[in-house]
Nanobody, 122 residues
Framework: QVQLVESGGGLVQAGASLRLACAAS????????MAWFRQAPGKEREFVGG????????HYADSVKGRFIISRDNAKNTVYLQMNSLKPEDTAVYYC???????????????WGQGTQVTVSS
């Protein structure tokens, strides 16, 4: 089972940039497609974006497309989320997730990190 630890969250002003990192341990990192999710207060957790095992394919939610970039460094067992042109509506707890490919739907499909808070002030 892989363990995931996010870092890099914080408080920034609208328009700023922030980079989150997610370090994986305890598993073979290259066997996992990775994803970022976020959850704002009072809202359900939502998909932000994902990246394939090799890093050659990425996809994003429409709400962040063109502003956020996901990348990974398989030598460092780390996946990143570069967030640019941040908006107050991006405020949320951001979670890193590893796709278990177990055929399940919903949260049980993934291994989860503990989350990191991102707050964007207007």
């Amino acid at each position: 089972q892989v363990q995931l630890v996010e870092s890099g969250g914080g408080l920034v002003q609208a328009g700023a940039s922030l980079r989150l990192a997610c370090a994986a341990s305890g598993g073979t990192f290259t066997t996992y497609n990775m994803a970022w999710f976020r959850q704002a207060p009072g809202k359900e957790r939502e998909f932000v974006g994902g990246i394939s095992r090799s890093g050659g394919f990425t996809h994003y939610a429409d709400s962040v497309k063109g502003r956020f970039i996901i990348s990974r460094d398989n030598a460092k067992n780390t996946v990143y989320l570069q967030m640019n042109s941040l908006k107050p509506e991006d405020t949320a707890v951001y979670y890193c997730a590893a796709d278990r490919q177990n055929g399940k739907l919903g949260p049980d499909r993934y291994y989860w990190g503990q989350g990191t808070q991102v707050t964007v002030s207007s």
